[in-house]
């Protein structure tokens, strides 16, 4: 007697016939839900750029937080459920921490990623119900230069030049293979995820609804853009279709 899918979904460590966790793939389908956000990587850093959805107009906009550090020189866009990014960034925070500690040396990129992925996939273990619903795309630099990874509620990571997540992803990500290139500068890079943000949001971009982040080689250091930066760079913007 075979069991329903049903009864697959009774489970997280439980295989389908056809070798599926279904509540892995349904957490996968929660970041389809999320807002969109990309991350674009080049020579001079990474650029970080997210869609903020504001439900109401008695939400206070700075409430909303997207884009979060991890440690000095990291730090993540998040689409999902926002409390479960939360959990995986305070875990990244205490390793990055611990690292500093027992090293002397800033934690790398790849290690803090590993960290955030091991406790992601720790969803069979008897400490939680359920996937991680959430999925985010993580930058930083190190003694390798500028990196940029996408992790997602399997546990999986994998590094990117330039990356979409969330609802918009894939009009997104068609965008990013068509117009990025590797000579591009961190200004050409922010102004392109802008205008990719703007193709894919039902609501018009503005500087209250998109949070910005860069962190360049130069000074290694993980920093939110101010309003003022994004709302000069959206009436830059060309008003042409990319």
């Not at 068509?178 to 894919?200: C, F, G, P, W």
Request: hydrophobic letters at 40%.
């Amino acid at each position: 007697m075979f069991l329903t899918r049903s009864e697959y979904d009774s489970g997280v460590n439980t295989f389908s016939r056809q070798g599926r966790l279904f509540q892995v793939e349904y957490a996968q389908g929660a970041i389809k839900l999320g807002t969109t956000a990309i991350g674009i990587q080049t020579a001079e850093g990474v650029v970080l750029s997210v869609e903020k959805r504001l439900e109401s107009k008695l939400l206070e906009p700075s409430s909303v937080k997207k884009i979060l550090k991890l440690d000095g020189h990291i730090g993540c866009a998040m689409s999902g459920i926002v409390a479960d990014a939360r959990t995986l960034v305070d875990h990244a925070r205490v390793e990055a921490q611990n690292y500093w500690f027992n090293f002397d040396e800033k934690i790398p990129v790849r290690s803090c990623v590993q960290s955030i992925c091991d406790l992601a996939l720790d969803f069979g273990g008897s400490k939680m119900a359920r996937p991680f619903g959430v999925a985010l795309l993580v930058v930083g630099v190190d003694e390798k230069g500028p990196a940029l990874y996408s992790t997602d509620p399997s546990g999986n990571y994998v590094k990117y030049l330039a990356k979409a997540i969330g609802a918009g992803s894939e009009g997104a990500q068609t965008s990013l293979k068509d117009h990025y290139n590797k000579s591009m500068t961190l200004a050409e890079a922010k102004t392109l995820s802008l205008r990719i943000l703007k193709q894919v949001m039902e609501e018009k971009i503005s500087e209250t609804n998109v949070e910005m982040a860069v962190i360049t080689v130069k000074d290694e250091k993980f920093c939110m853009c101010q309003k003022e930066e994004v709302k000069l760079l959206i009436e830059n913007m060309s008003s042409a279709p990319l």
